[in-house]
């Protein structure tokens, strides 16, 4: 008897000290279990609907890690003074105030707080994009600075919905429909909504096909998704070499705050196209960016603790970002078709929505709506410019943001 006693009470213990005993806890435990259902949520749509699954993922599984009671994997602060001795792993919990034992995700979030990890992905996107549709039509430049007037609107409306102006700008920066930047702005302007804003960044993204059609649609007439475009000219090698330089130079110099987002953009482009550097070139493009990916999403994920996620604040921020992803794609639109009428119809208005910086997904969605109206319509070169603009429009405006607010 007393045997069994022994052993009922050793399991009493072991349940009593788990993760399952916290769910039937006053302190919040059903909100960590509804966080494990919202990560598995987010698995399904990365794994069953392919939803930008190489980041989504990752950061579905560090949320589903963030949230499990006493694994200690929750990132338990969000600026660099709250690390107290990297050698020792003691630190401030921001939540409690208390002194604490580091975990692993803990110790990868550094990589994003200390703006590490993000321009290292735009070092690897530089390296995988070609901008000779941009450099062949240098007015893509317009369409790609025209689609992020929805961070700089959505400031102004985040304001007003009572968010501090670093949150503000940070909310904002969805808009841009650029995940890394998003994570890099909000990273050093409000730490704190960091996992909020990268899953709405990503989730929209990953929606382009959704969302942007039903705009495009309604602001564009027949006739007008049905011009067919010219070929653009060949662009030769030495342009290809030198449009990299002449951005990272021109942009830094204006942007300081920027250049560290189109410093690695460039520089990866410069590897691919030097045709001296074919090796780390690759690398950037594959090993590189795999691995960055799996750190940046994992340590993303892991900012999504019930007590952080949970909140009215959030819908607020969901709500935002989609207005911001709206009105970009619009306003791009609408640039779209002035040049549409500057141009005496030669330009097609629908690859105004390809400025935007989902690479290359927004463009193919110009494409696949120029071909509904004109199945001999191909505009996906013409809309990639103002796709690849795009990214560098929305470094650009984080950099205004960070030297505005930061």
Request: charged share 10%.
């Amino acid at each position: 008897m007393a045997v069994l006693e022994g052993v009922w009470g050793a399991i009493a213990d072991i349940f009593a000290n788990s993760g399952y005993a916290y769910f039937f806890t006053a302190d919040g435990g059903i909100k960590n279990l509804i966080m494990i259902f919202v990560s598995f949520f987010f698995l399904y749509l990365g794994i069953k609907k392919g939803f930008e699954p190489l980041l989504m993922i990752p950061i579905a599984f560090g949320m589903l890690l963030a949230n499990i009671p006493g694994a200690n994997l929750a990132v338990q602060y969000h600026d660099l003074e709250g690390f107290i001795d990297l050698v020792t792993g003691q630190m401030i919990n921001e939540s409690t105030g208390e002194v604490c034992t580091a975990g692993l995700l803990d110790y990868l979030y550094f990589g994003v707080k200390a703006g590490i990890y993000p321009p290292l992905i735009f070092l690897g996107i530089g390296a995988m994009t070609d901008f000779s549709p941009l450099i062949a039509n240098p007015k893509s430049f317009i369409l790609g600075a025209a689609a992020q007037f929805g961070i700089f609107f959505t400031y102004v409306g985040a304001t007003l919905m009572g968010f501090s102006d670093t949150e503000a700008g940070s909310i904002a920066i969805i808009g841009g429909a650029d995940g890394p930047t998003a994570i890099f702005v909000t990273s050093q302007l409000a730490p704190a909504l960091l996992g909020t804003i990268a899953v709405a960044a990503y989730s929209y993204m990953a929606l382009v096909p959704v969302i942007q059609p039903p705009i495009m649609r309604a602001l564009t007439t027949k006739k007008e998704r049905s011009v067919v475009m010219g070929n653009l000219r060949p662009v030769s090698k030495l342009e290809k070499i030198l449009f990299p330089i002449m951005v990272t130079v021109i942009v830094a110099l204006l942007l300081p705050d920027a250049a560290s987002l189109v410093g690695m953009l460039m520089f990866g482009n410069l590897l691919k196209e030097s045709g001296r550097t074919e090796r780390i070139a690759k690398a950037a493009q594959n090993e590189l960016m795999n691995i960055i990916t799996i750190l940046l999403g994992l340590s993303v994920g892991a900012t999504t603790s019930a007590q952080s996620f949970l909140t009215f604040d959030t819908l607020k921020i969901v709500a935002l970002g989609l207005v911001a992803f709206a009105i970009g794609t619009a306003s791009g639109v609408l640039f779209g078709k002035l040049m549409y009428v500057l141009s005496k119809g030669k330009i097609n208005p629908l690859i105004g929505a390809a400025g935007v910086s989902a690479v290359p997904m927004a463009a193919r969605v110009a494409q696949k709506e120029g071909q509904r109206e004109n199945p001999s319509n191909f505009l996906l070169m013409h809309a990639m410019g103002p796709n690849v603009s795009g990214v560098i429009g929305s470094a650009v405006a984080a950099g205004v943001l960070l030297t505005l607010l930061g």
